[in-house]
Each structure stands twice: as structure tokens, then as C-alpha cells.
């Protein structure tokens, strides 16, 4: 199989934040996996109130967003320049 330039997979994934977005957010399908988030966590740390969280390859920051709302101030990478232009419009904490 053949490996990827950077260049190739942030092209890809800038392809796939545009979209992203639209297909996913408010979906009652999307939403429920919220819940294993959460329930993963909180058997992990106990919770994300007041927690630091580093999101990687956190496309257009859904997920940080939901964490967010629950009290974590998160930092967020990832490898699409249109991911995080997404990321900056919705408000979200750092983008790195």
C-alpha cells in the first residue's frame, strides 16, 4: 500500500472537513457516541470538568465541543488547514 505525503493527507482531510460538518451535526445516529465519550472518561478521569484535554485529529471539533460544554478547556490539532478554519468559525478553545 502506499504511503501518503503530508501534503496528500491534509488534502484529503480538508476534503472531508468540508462536508464533515453537514453530515454529522445534531444527528441522533451522531450524537449517541457523546455518550461513550463520556462514559469512557469518566471511568478513566472522572469526569472532564476542569480538565486540560489535548484533541488530535480533531477535524472540525465536534466532539471537542460537546467536551467544552462539560467544563474541559481543550487544545486542538489536526493535520486539515479547512478543519481548523471550521474549528476557529464554531468558537472553540485553542486551536494549536
Do not use: C, N
Request: glycine share 10%; proline share 1%.
Amino acid at each position: 500500500m502506499k504511503q501518503l505525503s503530508e501534503k496528500q493527507l491534509e488534502k484529503v482531510w480538508s476534503k472531508q472537513a468540508k462536508t464533515y460538518q453537514k453530515s454529522y451535526d445534531k444527528k441522533p445516529d451522531y450524537l449517541a457516541h457523546f455518550a461513550v465519550i463520556e462514559q469512557t472518561i469518566a471511568s478513566g478521569i472522572g469526569g472532564v470538568a476542569d480538565k486540560k484535554i489535548l484533541d488530535v485529529g480533531s477535524g472540525t471539533a465536534i466532539t471537542s465541543a460537546y467536551l467544552a460544554k462539560k467544563g474541559a478547556e481543550l487544545s486542538l490539532v489536526d493535520i486539515s488547514s479547512v478543519g481548523l478554519g471550521i474549528m476557529s468559525l464554531l468558537g472553540q478553545s485553542r486551536v494549536v
